[in-house]
């Protein structure tokens, strides 16, 4: 296993002590509201700190992009990407579905990724060229032929509303063709779980870059496709994004397309 995934997998593990360390005291937690339905705890801060320590000790010139803390300026050309705690929202519920990304980039280009759920604890790790892994086994997406008894994961609309119309048409149009679709809550474990497939595919609206940093990396390694919504490498930037394996993905964009306003092209 590379250095850098092995200092990622550390920090990643770090922060999901302290996760799990608060996750009965949750009442007594300093809660804030970021904005509507968007919430930050003061664990998050903790483990965004905890993640941010391993890294800075490790590659101290590196620049870093985290939820909480914003930009960190250092060398533009290694960049982490990092959410401490994706599903905050059903972390504060008791709900056990949330999980730590951490991604590097090089020069724009993922090249290490980690997404670690501490509850289940379960790691599923990536480098490029080198495969993606859940708990060091390999993974792969899955076999699925198309839409016919696929599970598909999705996230509906919840801090901005304006495309929510045009999610309920998405949604409308998807959801008679498959076996089910499933909203769990955190981006990243999606991500992760199409890498794995148990999920065949999966598209959200308005993702933020730290959401999906990782599982962009998990996905391309374990064989699968991911893009915006009219298939292009621009999701990053749009937060726009379609997952899946090869004839999934391709399904999921055609049923979007009819659906696809100017503001998500």
Do not use: C
């Amino acid at each position: 296993m590379h250095p850098t995934i092995n200092i990622a997998i550390k920090a990643a593990r770090k922060a999901g002590d302290i996760i799990i360390r608060y996750h009965n005291q949750i009442d007594n937690l300093n809660i804030e509201n970021k904005a509507t339905n968007d919430y930050v705890s003061e664990v998050d801060k903790l483990a965004e700190s905890a993640i941010i320590n391993e890294i800075k000790k490790a590659f101290p010139s590196h620049a870093i992009l985290g939820e909480e803390t914003g930009n960190i300026i250092g060398d533009d050309d290694y960049q982490w990407i990092i959410d401490p705690l994706d599903g905050t929202t059903n972390y504060l519920h008791g709900f056990p579905q949330y999980a730590i990304s951490i991604a590097l980039y090089e020069k724009k280009i993922p090249t290490h990724a980690v997404v670690y759920d501490p509850f289940k604890e379960e790691l599923f790790s990536a480098s490029k060229g080198e495969g993606a892994f859940l708990n060091s086994q390999r993974i792969r997406v899955s076999n699925a032929l198309g839409f016919n008894n696929s599970l598909i994961g999705t996230g509906f609309p919840y801090t901005n509303f304006d495309h929510l119309n045009t999610y309920a048409e998405m949604f409308k149009s998807i959801a008679p063709k498959v076996a089910g679709i499933r909203r769990a809550g955190s981006a990243a474990l999606d991500l992760a779980y199409v890498a794995s497939g148990r999920l065949d595919g999966f598209w959200e609206i308005d993702l933020s870059i730290w959401d999906i940093a990782a599982g962009t990396l998990l996905i391309t390694e374990a064989g699968g496709f991911i893009g915006d919504f009219t298939g292009s490498p621009k999701f990053l930037e749009s937060g726009n994004v379609v997952a899946g394996n090869e004839k999934v993905y391709k399904e999921i964009l055609k049923e979007l397309k009819p659906h696809l306003t100017k503001e998500l092209i």
